[in-house]
């Protein structure tokens, strides 16, 4: 007996699990951590305040 590929399914289900690999790779990727100085920041914040009266 002879046995046959389903040529479609078999694309479909690649695509679904590539899709899904994805999805898991996004979901796992963490941001890169910063090292912010909020003080500066608010300081900035003051300066563009004052600006923004006179």
């Given at each position: ?25 996004l979901?796992n ?7 912010v100085?909020i ?16």
């Amino acid at each position: 007996m002879a046995v046959t590929r389903l040529k479609r399914k078999n694309r479909k289900d690649k695509a679904k699990s590539a899709v899904r690999r994805q999805t898991l790779k996004l979901q796992n990727a963490k941001p890169v951590i910063k090292n912010v100085d909020i003080e500066k920041i608010k300081e900035e914040f003051k300066a563009k305040a004052k600006a923004k009266k006179a």
